[in-house]
């Protein structure tokens, strides 16, 4: 789109304007044989923050060892409660289409789903808020949250939020939201933002030197795992980010000291270079 | 929900139950409003999401509207050869597609829909019509989201591109402009608060009054609502049809006044003869 005010996170990573995206790490390029090779996310925990994930599909590989779900409490002067949802269900398909693609790329990796959409739409910000605040205290090291709350009035706390899971040593892998206007946390900076590109290599992925989205990874008709077991095709942001998930839970598992920005660094200096 | 006569124990019962029939009536005349105002917004609504059948070439599409007082998605307006069967659907916010992008407020398209048999279904049984591909964008602003726009086939595509995720999106904003602009989501509960808010600001506050009175409001308010979107309440569908007689050209309008004048008569002179009847015993 040329529409300057339209947000579109996406742009440059599509046809033509990939080729802008030159940029030369100032430590040189990393090998992805070192970053990554022989790595396949084990010992990793990875949540996935969404519409629950499907514990028996095929996709997940059994690697589902926990399921929680988020719900306002009784009284509103009280925090949203978390409660373990044992039946493993996802009433969507979405958040297994992600948990999914993240084993896909990282089969050793530990897959928790947290449950924030519920039927209840009162406060679905706050809720969204208090699955990653429990998922930062479980000690996840990677998130994927393929979604955002546009609310003012959080504002505070996601940064806060954000903050906190970076100083814990947890890296958000967020979804940019193709809407106008503000949109927390995928638009902080201690976070990985992540677009799509319309190329049909999920080991693609794009890094962009101008924030604030900053990666863009297989987003266009990505077959996914769906609810019952099925598979879909789907194409959106929401499918970028968790490849690049699953590429940080490799780089994670086999450099447990890199910290959030390192592994940020990493992925920018293994990311595909732009045609020549 | 907090028992009504908690905050409310300073107040005499004959106060909680007049001010529980004006709410009530508020209520009934804002959601009167309201649903009077959609069929203006309808019309807005209508033309985008023709435009939109046109411009993506798609086979249909339409958009859900978030009802806050009942909790679900309903599809208000659509366009296209198959797009007709889903007007009135209601769906949870939690449920499908559709309820995902409203709930989490992220654009998505699929594709290979019919190789989710449950999921080609479940929607052919509620809208005789089973898509290949979906695109669905959120109405949203910075003070909320809407409902959704989805559009259904693109008939020179077997999906749709980010692009078409994009330009979906600009519709929607559109859309988002319209409904914001008509306050069709005006929220009664918010405007009878706001109102009771305004009116007992200048009152002193006693010994812990303030938080009891609020929570007193609420529990009053929230009481005298609860049957206001009763869905089977009769006065609706008379309502939605006056609504949709806004549309109508000046010479059915003057049929349509004619044809009023008599039956307002009628129901007049009936009302004449039961109040007869009733005053013929003791008279």
């Known amino acids: 789109m040329t529409d300057p005010l339209l947000p579109a996170w996406s742009e440059p990573f599509v046809g033509a304007r990939r080729d802008a995206l030159r940029h030369l790490p100032p430590f040189g390029a990393l090998d992805r044989a070192w970053a990554i090779g022989g790595s396949d996310g084990s010992g990793i925990t990875v949540a996935i923050i969404d519409s629950g994930v499907e514990r028996e599909h095929p996709a997940v590989g059994?690697?589902?060892?926990?399921?929680?779900?988020?719900?306002?409490?009784?009284?509103?002067?009280?925090?949203?409660?978390?409660?373990?949802?044992?039946?493993?269900?996802?009433?969507?398909?979405?958040?297994?289409?992600?948990?999914?693609?993240?084993?896909?790329?990282?089969?050793?990796?530990?897959?928790?789903?947290?449950?924030?959409?519920?039927?209840?739409?009162?406060?679905?910000?706050?809720?969204?808020?208090?699955?990653?605040?429990?998922?930062?205290?479980?000690?996840?090291?990677?998130?994927?949250?393929?979604?955002?709350?546009?609310?003012?009035?959080?504002?505070?706390?996601?940064?806060?939020?954000?903050?906190?899971?970076?100083?814990?040593?947890?890296?958000?892998?967020?979804?940019?939201?193709?809407?106008?206007?503000?949109?927390?946390?995928?638009?902080?900076?201690?976070?990985?933002?992540?677009?799509?590109?319309?190329?049909?290599?999920?080991?693609?992925?794009f890094y962009n030197p101008s924030p604030p989205v900053e990666f863009g990874a297989h987003g266009v008709d990505v077959s996914v795992a769906w609810r019952g077991g099925s598979r879909m095709t789907a194409t959106g942001n929401s499918f970028a980010a968790p490849h690049i998930a699953g590429y940080a839970a490799l780089i994670r598992a086999k450099h447990p000291d890199a910290t959030p920005f390192e592994v940020k660094a990493i992925l920018a200096a293994t990311a595909t270079p732009p045609p020549a | 929900m907090t028992d009504p006569g908690e905050g409310a124990r300073?107040?005499?019962?004959?106060?909680?139950?007049?001010?529980?029939?004006?709410?009530?009536?508020?209520?009934?005349?804002?959601?009167?409003?309201?649903?009077?105002?959609?069929?203006?917004?309808?019309?807005?609504?209508?033309?985008?999401?023709?435009?939109?059948?046109?411009?993506?070439?798609?086979?249909?599409?339409?958009?859900?509207?978030?009802?806050?007082?009942?909790?679900?998605?309903?599809?208000?307006?659509?366009?296209?050869?198959?797009?007709?069967?889903?007007?009135?659907?209601?769906?949870?916010?939690?449920?499908?597609?559709?309820?995902?992008?409203?709930?989490?407020?992220?654009?998505?398209a699929i594709a290979d829909v019919r190789t989710d048999p449950r999921f080609g279904r479940s929607f052919a049984e509620q809208t005789q019509y089973v898509p290949r591909s979906i695109v669905a964008v959120p109405l949203v602003d910075e003070r909320g989201t809407l409902g959704v726009l989805e559009v259904l086939d693109k008939r020179s595509e077997a999906s749709f591109s980010l692009r078409d995720i994009e330009l979906a999106g600009v519709f929607a904003r559109q859309a988002t402009v319209a409904i914001r602009a008509s306050r069709v989501e005006r929220d009664t509960a918010t405007l009878v608060r706001s109102v009771i808010g305004a009116l007992t600001a200048g009152e002193a506050p006693d010994a812990g009054g303030v938080e009891a009175r609020a929570a007193g409001v609420e529990a009053l308010v929230a009481a005298a609502l609860v049957d206001v979107g009763d869905p089977d309440d009769p006065l609706w569908p008379l309502v939605e049809q006056v609504a949709a007689l806004r549309r109508a050209g000046p010479e059915q309008r003057e049929l349509l006044g004619a044809l009023l004048d008599v039956l307002v008569r009628q129901a007049e002179r009936g009302r004449g003869r039961r109040t007869g009847r009733l005053r013929a015993p003791g008279g």
């Open chain 1, 62 to 205: 059994g690697k589902l060892v926990r399921s929680v779900k988020v719900e306002l409490a009784a009284d509103p002067e009280d925090d949203p409660v978390v409660l373990d949802d044992d039946d493993g269900l996802d009433v969507v398909g979405h958040g297994t289409a992600c948990a999914g693609i993240i084993h896909a790329i990282a089969p050793g990796a530990d897959l928790v789903s947290v449950r924030v959409l519920g039927p209840d739409n009162r406060g679905k910000g706050i809720v969204f808020a208090a699955g990653l605040d429990w998922a930062i205290e479980q000690g996840a090291r990677v998130m994927n949250l393929s979604l955002s709350s546009k609310s003012d009035a959080l504002f505070g706390l996601f940064h806060d939020l954000a903050d906190r899971a970076y100083f814990a040593n947890a890296l958000l892998v967020c979804a940019a939201n193709n809407v106008p206007g503000n949109s927390y946390p995928s638009l902080f900076a201690s976070v990985i933002s992540v677009a799509a590109h319309d190329l049909e290599d999920p080991a693609a992925w």
């Open chain 2, 10 to 108: 300073h107040r005499s019962p004959a106060f909680d139950r007049d001010a529980r029939a004006a709410l009530a009536a508020i209520g009934r005349r804002a959601e009167v409003a309201r649903r009077l105002e959609l069929g203006s917004a309808e019309a807005v609504l209508r033309s985008l999401v023709e435009a939109a059948v046109a411009l993506f070439e798609a086979e249909a599409a339409s958009i859900a509207l978030y009802e806050p007082a009942r909790n679900v998605l309903v599809f208000r307006v659509a366009a296209g050869e198959h797009g007709q069967g889903v007007i009135g659907l209601e769906i949870p916010p939690d449920r499908g597609l559709v309820g995902y992008v409203f709930s989490s407020g992220q654009a998505l």
